[in-house]
């Protein structure tokens, strides 16, 4: 079986992001550059050996590694890129190694294609990197064209077969210092060819980059939940009505195991419709004593609760009462109001709206009412 070793080069001090820190220590999301480098290239391969080049005065790597579970794995870097990495490549002298993935700390977003590619070109020649065409037109600073045919933007990770590439180090690296590891491949001969580069495998090398590298992470979405709920009129009863958190003295009441407040029912249905958290029925079955006469903000707050431990907030709330009676209208606002309430949210995102069926249907004859919501939510990922 071909044995591979990753090296990660992290000994730089990444000067042109202006961090105050090494910029492979600065954090996109919830995790390190470094970290999240390392996450996505051992995902999109399984590697028999890695190194990491770090520099002597390093004092961050070994929590970064502790959370990848990798330990003995860093090895430490030179005065130049050329000469970390060739620190890297003797560190893995004696182990079996037959091809070798030389790889920027800084480029997080590495695909199993990228890998595929590379491990395919390196069954024809000895090195090869993936590189991208130039879309730009470019010119020489005396404004004479260049042709951008013949030029490619060369990424990492640059992969070689390792006995040739330690070759290459040690004859043409010793005192020299070279812009990436294809220039010394290059230098010695080797035989080398490039595969299709990604624009997602970008270096994050100024600041503006730390912020696209967060935008490709992020996995905040917002979702929208319905609610839909009936109710029946109890005509014998002399109320109040409960209507979305707000008793109505209208002479009798709504029928139902708890208060019947198709409104908030409705409402707590919508929230627990974006979060995929099955309805009202489920989580306070009727047949459950202790929900008798429950007043429905009960239900409303364990639906904000949930949705504040999935790490979602909700954003807006539309509900449509319909119904022949009673009248809404004079209700309105003090639902908006105790909606806002419940729910923390501004009064400028809360909707109360009302209509009737023309007469016809159950809410038409007066048998009952219903209610419907929509809920919006955003998940912070
Ligand atoms: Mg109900």
Known sequence: MTRTALILVAAGKGARARTTIPKQYEKIGDETLLSLTIKNITKAHDFSEIRVVVSKEDSWIDTVLEAHKLTGVTTTGGASRTESVHNGLKSL???GIDRVFIHDAARPFVSKQIMADLNAALDVVEGAAPALPIADALKNLDGSPVDRDKLRRVQTPQAFHYEAICGAFS???QNRSYA???AVAHAAGMKLSFTEGDPDNFKVTYPEDFAKAARMIDESYIATGSGFDVHQFDMESVGPLWLCGIPIECGYSLLGHSDA??????LTDAILGAMCFGDIGDHFPPTDPQWKGAASDKFLLFAMETLK????SLQHVDITLICEKPKIKPYRDAMRAKISDLCCLPLSRVSVKATTTEKLGFTGRGEGL???ATATVRFNG
Do not use: E, P, S, V
């Open 370 to 372: 219903a209610a419907q």
């Open 309 to 312: 431990d999935r790490k979602g």
């Open 171 to 173: 004859t043409y690296a």
């Open 261 to 266: 407040d198709a409104g908030l029912h409705a």
């Open 93 to 95: 002298a004696n182990r």
């Open 180 to 182: 990436d590891d294809i």
